[in-house]
């Protein structure tokens, strides 16, 4: 029994790794825009193509995958520049670009549905070759779960470097606490939230490039991981970063080591693995106001 739960592992710290990236970058977007970006499923998609892609030609995994954020990068910023930027300065409320970030979604993702029919990318396996380091219980930990682990800590040693100690990252609480202060303060405030855009893009990218390595992906994978995404934000109550990080972790724990305790305990199928999210969105905003948390870095 000990071996079985310890076979759990790997794969849920892999999913709490790729979820937790994902989210903190909803989060830091959140916390400048005020958007919940329902569109960043599509970033993450592309970051699975691209790094499919790149890996099937033979490009390193590492260069493929920062190259798969910058393309989700890239991405991010055209949607907020032809679209968000324009509702806003026209006076659009956020439930109004809310709503447009969902018309995003589908738009950019049915678009690039009938792209990947036509060039036959339903469906693509990566070239990426996974190689055991070690095994825990009958599972092994590979070196894409290094990979994964070591792109999530250096990306939270960035990330808090960035808020903390560098200008954009004073501009970014600054805006985040008041923004018409921050604008008559003379911040630039736009060109602040491109960069957190283009920073938004480039962490969904990179979880996507990491998702694509994992398993076979499709134009819907970025879609199917959002639900998970958007729970390790709220935990996070969209605005803590530890909080956000934690929130990726129980997510991915829940959903592999809890459903197996679960099922090993009650029967219960692991059908049931997408109530994990809802049942973690459910407890957070019904005690979120009753239980308050120290938060270390937040915007």
Same mark, same amino acid.
Request: charged share 15%.
């Given at each position: 029994?000990?071996?079985?739960?310890?076979?759990?592992?790997?794969?849920?710290?892999?999913?709490?790794?790729?979820?937790?990236?994902?989210?903190?970058?909803?989060? *830091?977007?959140?916390?400048?825009?005020?958007?919940?970006?329902?569109?960043?499923?599509?970033?993450?998609?592309?970051?699975?193509?691209?790094?499919?892609?790149?890996?099937?030609?033979?490009?390193?995994?590492?260069?493929?995958?920062?190259?798969?954020? &910058?393309?989700?990068?890239?991405?991010?910023?055209?949607?907020?520049?032809?679209?968000?930027?324009?509702?806003?300065?026209?006076?659009?409320?956020?439930?109004?670009?809310?709503?447009?970030?969902?018309?995003?979604?589908?738009?950019?993702?049915?678009?690039?549905?009938?792209?990947? %029919?036509?060039?036959?990318?339903?469906?693509?396996?990566?070239?990426?070759?996974?190689?055991?380091?070690?095994?825990?219980?009958?599972?092994?930990?590979?070196?894409?779960?290094?990979?994964?682990?070591?792109? =999530?800590?250096?990306?939270?040693?960035?990330?808090?470097?960035?808020?903390?100690?560098?200008?954009?990252?004073?501009?970014?609480? &600054?805006?985040?606490?008041?923004? %018409?202060?921050?604008?008559?303060?003379?911040?630039?405030?736009?060109?602040?939230?491109?960069?957190?855009?283009?920073?938004?893009?480039?962490?969904?990218?990179?979880?996507?490039?990491?998702?694509?390595?994992?398993?076979?992906?499709?134009?819907?994978?970025?879609?199917? *991981?959002? =639900?998970?995404?958007?729970?390790?934000?709220?935990?996070?109550?969209?605005?803590?970063?530890?909080?956000?990080?934690?929130?990726?972790?129980?997510?991915?724990?829940?959903?592999?080591?809890?459903?197996?305790?679960?099922?090993?305990?009650?029967?219960?199928?692991?059908?049931?693995?997408?109530?994990?999210?809802?049942?973690?969105?459910?407890?957070?905003?019904?005690?979120?106001?009753?239980?308050?948390?120290?938060?270390?870095?937040? =915007?």
């Amino acid at each position: 029994m000990i071996e079985e739960a310890l076979g759990q592992l790997p794969t849920s710290l892999l999913a709490s790794a790729l979820y937790a990236m994902a989210a903190v970058g909803l989060t *830091m977007n959140y916390s400048v825009t005020r958007l919940a970006d329902f569109a960043i499923g599509e970033y993450i998609t592309f970051g699975c193509y691209v790094a499919a892609l790149l890996t099937l030609s033979q490009l390193d995994p590492v260069t493929s995958m920062v190259l798969a954020g &910058a393309t989700g990068a890239l991405i991010a910023l055209s949607v907020d520049e032809l679209a968000y930027k324009r509702l806003e300065r026209r006076g659009a409320t956020l439930l109004q670009v809310f709503i447009a970030s969902v018309g995003a979604s589908f738009t950019i993702r049915y678009l690039f549905s009938i792209y990947a %029919d036509i060039e036959d990318l339903l469906f693509l396996t990566s070239g990426f070759s996974s190689q055991p380091v070690v095994f825990l219980g009958t599972r092994p930990l590979t070196n894409l779960h290094v990979l994964a682990l070591i792109t =999530l800590t250096v990306t939270v040693v960035g990330l808090t470097y960035l808020i903390l100690r560098t200008k954009v990252g004073k501009a970014m609480r &600054a805006i985040a606490s008041n923004r %018409d202060l921050a604008m008559v303060s003379g911040i630039p405030v736009w060109r602040i939230r491109s960069i957190t855009r283009l920073l938004t893009g480039f962490l969904a990218g990179v979880s996507g490039a990491l998702w694509a390595y994992y398993t076979s992906i499709n134009p819907e994978s970025g879609w199917r *991981m959002l =639900l998970w995404v958007f729970s390790s934000a709220i935990i996070g109550n969209f605005t803590s970063f530890p909080l956000t990080l934690l929130g990726g972790f129980v997510i991915g724990s829940a959903e592999n080591l809890g459903m197996w305790a679960l099922n090993r305990a009650f029967g219960l199928e692991t059908a049931y693995k997408p109530l994990i999210p809802y049942i973690a969105i459910a407890a957070v905003l019904l005690y979120r106001n009753r239980y308050r948390f120290t938060r270390l870095v937040e =915007l």
